[in-house]
């Protein structure tokens, strides 16, 4: 049961186990951009081209000028508000590794992205940093005026998106358009694969690798089986899990890789 009521045009929220820092600020998604505000914290973004004012106050998440039916048909899936995450936190706390993890940042929830939007996401991300990805997105949606379509990117050339100063991903940006928007690539069929053929068949794509194969599966189709291994996680995986991840994190290792990859990387820092 989701604990919210409608308060004049917001919606307000009363939700545990959730961060808006550690969920928006983590590097799973790049819409997001945290605004000044009277609140504890509030982002201003989007899923593909709905934008959400959220803020943090108190006990409550407010979600600003939001119907019900949004909040309910959007944003509650979006946010992944009806998964017990506190279950999952207990269930993977039985490695202790892992239960410092969930201590350092239990306020992680896993967003169920646009499967498109999100594997562009990651073809940019790739050899790349979280201010340049976001400037890079944000000059695409700033030249069609939303977030372009398969088809819509699949007309472009790798001259004509010169002006994403994407570098060597613009033509990987193209195959993946052209691929999906010939249906050479179903992405909701994918989703629906067993999951090492989800993983072959993204990577017929060119530019996706094993990393960016992963986080599509994991981000932008809620596979919480996928474990995306970046230059963070191959440290973890070498320091605490020699033998690969213990039995508690089996069917949820996407999200013990999210708490894992934000305990570390905050702990080197």
């Known amino acids: 049961m989701i604990n919210y009521k409608e308060n004049g045009n917001n919606i307000e929220l009363i ?20 605004s000044e505000s009277d609140y504890k914290c509030t982002y201003k973004g989007f899923f593909v081209d709905k934008p959400l004012t959220i803020s943090h106050d108190g006990e409550k998440f407010i979600f600003h000028d939001t119907t019900k039916e949004d909040f309910e048909n959007i944003w509650t899936d979006y946010f992944d508000l009806k998964k017990d995450y506190c279950e999952i936190k207990i269930k993977l706390s039985s490695d202790e590794t892992l239960k410092k993890a969930c201590e350092f940042a239990g306020g992680i929830r896993l967003l169920k992205q646009d499967s498109w939007e999100c594997l562009c996401s990651f073809i940019i991300s790739q050899n790349n940093n979280i201010p340049r990805i976001k400037a890079i997105i944000s000059r695409l949606c700033e030249y069609y005026g939303h977030f372009p379509s398969p088809d819509e990117m699949a007309r472009e050339s790798v001259e004509s998106l010169a002006f994403l100063r994407s570098g060597f991903r613009a033509k990987y940006l193209l195959d993946a358009a052209c691929k999906t928007a010939s249906g050479k690539i179903n992405l909701k069929e994918i989703k629906k694969m067993p999951i090492d053929e989800a993983r072959k068949t993204l990577m017929t794509i060119k530019g996706v690798g094993p990393k960016v194969a992963e986080c599509v599966l994991l981000f932008g189709m809620h596979r919480c089986d996928a474990f995306p291994v970046d230059v963070w996680i191959k440290r973890v995986m070498e320091s605490y899990y020699p033998d690969g991840l213990p039995e508690c994190t089996k069917e949820m290792e996407g999200i013990a890789q999210q708490y894992l990859f934000h305990y570390v990387r905050n702990l080197e820092k």
């Open 15 to 34: 939700q545990p186990d959730f961060d808006l820092d550690e969920t928006l600020d983590c590097g799973q998604a790049f819409r997001w951009e945290k």
